[in-house]
C-alpha cells in the first residue's frame, strides 16, 4: 500500500512556537487548547439538542467519568538526560505509515455540529495525515468524502444491520472508494439509554439526519419497494412541531425536498432505516461472512473483554479497538484504559490493539501506547473544533494533540514509539472527580 499521507502531513513540532509567535500580533489560536475551555466554546456552538447528542452518555455516565479517571490512576514517570533532540512519533498500521498515532474515530450526524459536515472532517484528517473512519451513520455519502479526501487514508465503520445484503453492498462501496480497513461496532447492537436526548425528545436519525450512507445505496433504495416491518415506534401528533419535522426529513433526501416529500420516499427512507439498521441478534457465527466477503483487514470495535480478544483472533480478524463507545451505551461499564492491558495480553502481539474513548490529552495517548495500544481513536474534541470553526478547527485540534502528544514523549525521556512501555508508567489507587 502506497504511504501517501505521511508525505502530506504539516509538522507538529513547532506548532507551540506558532501559537506564542502569533501572539506577538495578538493572534490567538482558532478553538481553545485547553479541553474543558473546547469543550465549552464546542457547546455554545451548537444547538441544545446537538450538544446533547455529541457530548452525553449512557444513564449517570458514570462510565464516561471511568474513562477519564482510569488516565488519572495511570501517572507517568519521567526519565532524564536521553537524548531526545529528535523525535518518531510514527507508526504503522496495515501496510501504512503513519505520522502520528492517531486516528479520527468515527462520529455519527456530524450536521449537527457543521453544516460542511463529514467533508469538512475528511480535508482536515487528510491534511494532517490522519485516517478517518468514515461514520455509519454519516451525513454525507462515503464517495463524497472519499473525493474530498483526496489520497488521504480512510476506513469505514460499519454497523451490521438486519439486512446482509446491505452489509455486502456497504462494504463493497467501501472498497471501492478507498477504505483501507472495515471496523464492525460491537456495542450498538441496541441504543443506549442516553438520558440527554431523551429529556429533550430529540433522535436525529428520525429528523432524516445521519442516514447518508443508507440513502445512497442501491439495496437500501431497492429495500423501500418492499419495505420492512416497522418497529412499534407511536405515530406523533399532527401539529406544527410534526410539519418542521416533515420538512427536516424531506430535506435530508438526495433528489430534494420536493421530491422527498411529495414521493414518500423521504419518511419511507427513515422508516426503513429505523426497521434495519442494527442487528441484535448478531454473534460471532455472522463475522465469517463479512471475512468471505472482503479481503480489507476487518477490526472488531467495543472489545472490552480479554476473552472477547481471543475470540477476535480465533474468527480471522485484524485487529481491535478497546472501546466503550464514549461512555454512550452501557452505564457503569469499565473504563477504556482499564480494559487495554488484558485485551493486549490475550492478543498477545497477534494483531494490533487500538484504543478509544476518553482521550483528550498527549498524555492520555502516551499512556494508552504503553499499556499496549498501537495507536488510539481520538472522538469529542474533533467535533468541538469542527463545531467551533469547521474544518480548520478540525486540523488545529488533530495539531494540537499531535504536538502535546510528541512533547509529553520527549519529556518523558522516550524518543520513539518504541521506548514507550508500561515501565513508564506508575498506577495510583485515587482517582480524580472525574470529568468529560
Known amino acids: 500500500m502506497e504511504n501517501s499521507t505521511a508525505g502530506r502531513r504539516a509538522p507538529t513540532i513547532n506548532r507551540q512556537q506558532d501559537i506564542y509567535s502569533k501572539g506577538l500580533s495578538g493572534e490567538k489560536p482558532l478553538v481553545p487548547v485547553d479541553f474543558h475551555e473546547l469543550e465549552r466554546k464546542g457547546c455554545d456552538a451548537m444547538s441544545p439538542e446537538a450538544y446533547a447528542y455529541i457530548a452525553g452518555g449512557a444513564g449517570l455516565e458514570s462510565t464516561m467519568r471511568a474513562n477519564r479517571e482510569s488516565f488519572d490512576r495511570q501517572r507517568i514517570v519521567p526519565r532524564m538526560l536521553n537524548d531526545v533532540s529528535e523525535r518518531n512519533a510514527t507508526v504503522e498500521l496495515f501496510g501504512r505509515t503513519l505520522p502520528s498515532p492517531f486516528l479520527l ?71 471501492s472508494c478507498g477504505c483501507e480497513a472495515i471496523v464492525v461496532t460491537l456495542d450498538t447492537t441496541m441504543l443506549g439509554w442516553r438520558t440527554r436526548d431523551l429529556d429533550l425528545a430529540y433522535l436525529p436519525f428520525l429528523r432524516g439526519k445521519g442516514i447518508a450512507q443508507y440513502t445512497s445505496d442501491p439495496v437500501f433504495l431497492e429495500s423501500l419497494k418492499t419495505p420492512s416491518q416497522p418497529g412499534n415506534m407511536a405515530r406523533p401528533k399532527l401539529s406544527l412541531e410534526t410539519l418542521k419535522t416533515l420538512k427536516q426529513i424531506g430535506q435530508s433526501w438526495p433528489g430534494g425536498a420536493l421530491d422527498g416529500i411529495s414521493s414518500g420516499k423521504a419518511m419511507a427512507a427513515v422508516q426503513e432505516f429505523i426497521a434495519v439498521y442494527s442487528k441484535p441478534s448478531l454473534t460471532w457465527d455472522d463475522l465469517k461472512m463479512l471475512r468471505d466477503h472482503t479481503r480489507l483487514p476487518i477490526l472488531l470495535k467495543g472489545i472490552q473483554h480479554p476473552d472477547d480478544g481471543r475470540k477476535a483472533v480465533d474468527s480471522g480478524m485484524d485487529g481491535i479497538i478497546v472501546s466503550n463507545h464514549g461512555g454512550r451505551q452501557v452505564d457503569g461499564a469499565i473504563g477504556s484504559l482499564d480494559a487495554l492491558p488484558e485485551v493486549v495480553e490475550a492478543v498477545a502481539g497477534r494483531i494490533p490493539v487500538i484504543m478509544d474513548s476518553g482521550i483528550r490529552t498527549g498524555a492520555d495517548v502516551f499512556k494508552a501506547l504503553a499499556l499496549g495500544a498501537t ?37 518523558s525521556g522516550c524518543k520513539s514509539i518504541n521506548e514507550i512501555t508500561p515501565e513508564a508508567l506508575r498506577s495510583c489507587p485515587w482517582t480524580s472527580n472525574g470529568g468529560r
Not at 107 to 135: C, L, N
Not at 377 to 394: F, K, N, T
Not at 400 to 408: A, G, H, V
Open 375 to 411: 495507536a488510539v481513536g481520538l472522538g469529542r474534541p474533533w467535533v468541538y473544533g469542527l463545531a467551533i470553526a469547521g474544518e480548520a478547527g478540525v486540523r488545529e485540534v488533530i495539531a494540537n494533540l499531535k504536538t502535546d502528544f510528541e512533547l509529553t514523549m520527549g519529556l
Open 105 to 175: 474515530s468515527p462520529i455519527g450526524v456530524s450536521e449537527m455540529a457543521h453544516k460542511d459536515a463529514d467533508e469538512a472532517i475528511g480535508r482536515a484528517a487528510a491534511a494532517e495525515g490522519i485516517p478517518m473512519i468514515f461514520s455509519n451513520q454519516a451525513s454525507q455519502p462515503m464517495e463524497q468524502v472519499a473525493d474530498a479526501m483526496g489520497d488521504g487514508a480512510r476506513w469505514f465503520q460499519l454497523y451490521w444491520s438486519k439486512s446482509d445484503d446491505l452489509v455486502r453492498s456497504l462494504v463493497s462501496r467501501a472498497e
